[in-house]
Nanobody
Framework: QVQLVESGGGLVQAGGSLTLSCVASGRGFHAYAVDWFRQVPGKEREFVAGISRGGGNTVYQDSVKGRFTISRENANATVYLQMNSLKSEDTAIYYC???????????????WGQGTQVTVSS
């Protein structure tokens, strides 16, 4: 099974940028799509972006389109989430996850990372 570790979170001012990384270990990373979700206390975990196994297909939540970019390097078993023009409403814990195909359905997630906190100050 694939294990995932996120990094790159932190505190940033509104309008700033952060890049999150999700590093995978274990077998089979290249066979999975990878999705980024986020969660704030008291709310459901929500889909942010996803990338297909080969990286040719990407999907974004409407609120992050044009600001966030997801990419992957299968040779390094790493997926990135470049976040620009950050807003206070982007504050959340960000999780990466593997799935058979890009999905916003939590029931289809195979593996989760432990999460990384992103805080955007206004």
């Amino acid at each position: 099974q694939v294990q995932l570790v996120e990094s790159g979170g932190g505190l940033v001012q509104a309008g700033g940028s952060l890049t999150l990384s999700c590093v995978a270990s274990g077998r089979g990373f290249h066979a999975y799509a990878v999705d980024w979700f986020r969660q704030v206390p008291g709310k459901e975990r929500e889909f942010v972006a996803g990338i297909s196994r080969g990286g040719g297909n990407t999907v974004y939540q409407d609120s992050v389109k044009g600001r966030f970019t997801i990419s992957r390097e299968n040779a390094n078993a790493t997926v990135y989430l470049q976040m620009n023009s950050l807003k206070s409403e982007d504050t959340a814990i960000y999780y990466c996850a593997t799935s058979p195909i890009v999905t916003s359905d939590l029931r289809r997630i195979v593996s989760w990372g432990q999460g990384t906190q992103v805080t955007v100050s206004s």
